[in-house]
């Protein structure tokens, strides 16, 4: 029997709370097992009984059990519409704080309820969260901030994010003071992103313009690609934006390219695709390429159809190279005739070097021929390696016979090296 089997509709399945009651509920609100109580008051809530307010605070203000307490905010905010005669909330507020909350997580989830209540009058409690030693409560308190969208508390935000600037070596430490400055509508993700001269956020909006960031910091120009990435999904529309604009310059291209990858989302696959395809410089292209590799996953098809379409058109080695790289990490075997023309006829031996290596990681038996023309024709010592390589991956015991061959008659001690080792994959 376990601890809560004595509790009428406690430690049951969940779909079975049409049978608990409120007295068995308050009862287990007094269990020693934590687990119990934590099922009581979710159950409690569950159970739309206006009573249940009082005991869900009473849990909070006075249970022993950081995990309980933590429930009974949640679980308090689930009951918000029957809350407007109970100042649960201004008891929340005064409790964000390591000496009436001692954990950093209950103090956490206060902060973030906080932010969702979306009370200016709350304000002040959470920008006073800011100078908690807790990374995770002034994280969800400048998060909150930015929700509740408090223009009288932009000095503080910047002030903390000063401090950020002065003290920490993350730059993740400055994205919730920056978002929360974006959704107050004293910044824009664009101010963020345009930076690039005298490396310095300047304010968006006119009205705010008095505030000042720290001037030249160079560690928040530096990593303005993970602040905005760890803003993640909200730059989106901003980034449409600046895009679209005509006279978006190249180095924000770039850097916006590098954002994309780390936000990902479908959006962002659409926009890399587009700029990897574009006419725009070559690095903007790589780099945007780069980033399609890392979340491909998100929609093959269409990152193989850019890839193959790059390769075809694009006229620059390096960035048709990254493109090749990247049909190796999609392994999809159509790809294997426009990689068997490469390698044979480019006279581009990095090219030719990249199509061997991408064949035998897509592991297609058909490339079998186009590999052995290679093994036994092409100058480049390295090429040669390559198709030997890719031949021991492929999968087609027909390879043998050209192995052996070349094993015999290439010079090349590397190329003889990689021949064993493939004929080792058919043993």
Same mark, same amino acid.
């Given at each position: 029997?376990?601890k809560s089997?004595?509790?009428?509709?406690?430690g049951?399945p969940r779909?079975?709370v049409?049978?608990?009651?409120y007295d068995?509920l308050?009862?287990?609100?007094?269990?020693f097992?934590e687990?119990?109580r934590?099922?009581a008051?979710?159950?409690l809530a569950?159970?739309k009984?206006?009573?249940?307010i009082?005991?869900?605070?009473? *849990? &909070?203000?006075?249970?022993k059990?950081?995990?309980? *307490?933590y429930y009974?905010?949640?679980e308090?905010y689930?009951?918000?519409?029957?809350?407007?005669?109970?100042?649960v909330?201004?008891?929340?507020?005064?409790a964000l704080?390591?000496?009436?909350e001692?954990?950093?997580?209950?103090?956490?989830?206060?902060a973030?309820i906080?932010?969702?209540?979306?009370?200016?009058?709350?304000s002040?409690?959470?920008v006073?969260?800011?100078?908690?030693d807790?990374?995770?409560v002034?994280q969800?308190a400048a998060?909150s901030?930015?929700l509740i969208?408090?223009?009288d508390?932009i000095?503080?935000?910047?002030?903390n994010?000063?401090?950020y600037?002065k003290?920490s070596?993350?730059?993740?430490d400055?994205? +919730?003071y920056?978002?929360?400055?974006?959704?107050?509508?004293a910044i824009?993700v664009?101010?963020?992103?345009?930076s690039?001269?005298d490396k310095n956020?300047?304010?968006?909006?006119?009205?705010y313009r008095e505030?000042?960031?720290?001037?030249g910091?160079?560690?928040?120009?530096?990593d303005r690609?993970?602040?905005?990435s760890?803003?993640?999904?909200?730059?989106?529309p901003?980034?449409?934006k600046i895009?679209?604009?005509?006279?978006?310059?190249?180095s924000?291209?770039?850097?916006?390219?590098?954002v994309?990858a780390n936000i990902?989302?479908i959006?962002?696959?659409?926009?890399?695709c587009s700029?990897?395809k574009s006419?725009r410089h070559e690095a903007?292209?790589?780099?945007?390429?780069?980033?399609?590799k890392g979340?491909?996953?998100?929609?093959?098809?269409?990152?193989f159809?850019?890839l193959i379409?790059i390769v075809?058109?694009?006229?620059?080695?390096e960035v048709?190279e990254?493109?090749?790289?990247g049909?190796?990490?999609?392994k999809?075997p159509?790809a294997?005739?426009?990689?068997?023309s490469?390698?044979l006829?480019s006279g581009?031996?990095?090219?030719?070097?990249?199509s061997?290596?991408?064949?035998g990681d897509?592991?297609?038996?058909?490339a079998?021929?186009?590999?052995?023309s290679a093994?036994?024709t092409?100058?480049?010592?390295a090429?040669?390696?390559?198709?030997?390589t890719a031949?021991g991956k492929?999968?087609?015991?027909d390879?043998?016979? &050209?192995?052996?061959a070349t094993l015999?008659d290439? +010079?090349s001690t590397?190329?003889q090296?990689a021949?064993?080792?493939s004929?080792?994959?058919y043993k």
């Amino acid at each position: 029997m376990t601890k809560s089997d004595n509790v009428p509709g406690v430690g049951k399945p969940r779909n079975s709370v049409s049978t608990s009651t409120y007295d068995s509920l308050v009862l287990a609100l007094r269990n020693f097992d934590e687990k119990v109580r934590i099922d009581a008051v979710q159950r409690l809530a569950e159970l739309k009984d206006h009573r249940a307010i009082s005991l869900l605070l009473g *849990r &909070f203000q006075n249970d022993k059990s950081p995990k309980v *307490r933590y429930y009974a905010i949640e679980e308090l905010y689930k009951l918000k519409d029957s809350l407007k005669e109970v100042p649960v909330w201004s008891v929340l507020a005064g409790a964000l704080n390591k000496y009436d909350e001692e954990d950093e997580n209950v103090r956490a989830k206060i902060a973030e309820i906080l932010g969702l209540v979306n009370e200016v009058e709350y304000s002040d409690s959470l920008v006073a969260a800011l100078s908690d030693d807790s990374k995770i409560v002034w994280q969800a308190a400048a998060h909150s901030l930015g929700l509740i969208k408090d223009t009288d508390i932009i000095e503080e935000l910047i002030k903390n994010l000063n401090g950020y600037a002065k003290h920490s070596y993350d730059a993740k430490d400055a994205a +919730p003071y920056i978002l929360a400055l974006i959704e107050i509508g004293a910044i824009a993700v664009e101010d963020v992103l345009l930076s690039i001269e005298d490396k310095n956020i300047n304010f968006h909006n006119p009205q705010y313009r008095e505030y000042k960031l720290v001037e030249g910091y160079e560690q928040l120009f530096n990593d303005r690609v993970e602040i905005i990435s760890t803003i993640g999904g909200a730059a989106l529309p901003e980034i449409k934006k600046i895009i679209s604009a005509d006279e978006c310059d190249d180095s924000v291209l770039f850097l916006i390219s590098k954002v994309l990858a780390n936000i990902g989302g479908i959006d962002s696959l659409k926009i890399l695709c587009s700029l990897a395809k574009s006419k725009r410089h070559e690095a903007i292209r790589w780099v945007s390429i780069n980033g399609l590799k890392g979340i491909y996953i998100i929609n093959p098809e269409m990152v193989f159809r850019t890839l193959i379409q790059i390769v075809e058109k694009d006229n620059v080695s390096e960035v048709k190279e990254e493109a090749i790289e990247g049909l190796a990490i999609l392994k999809n075997p159509q790809a294997t005739p426009l990689l068997g023309s490469i390698l044979l006829d480019s006279g581009d031996q990095y090219l030719r070097l990249a199509s061997a290596v991408a064949l035998g990681d897509i592991m297609d038996p058909f490339a079998l021929d186009v590999l052995v023309s290679a093994l036994g024709t092409d100058r480049d010592e390295a090429v040669r390696v390559a198709a030997a390589t890719a031949l021991g991956k492929i999968n087609n015991r027909d390879a043998i016979p &050209f192995l052996e061959a070349t094993l015999r008659d290439d +010079p090349s001690t590397d190329v003889q090296n990689a021949v064993k080792q493939s004929l080792d994959q058919y043993k």
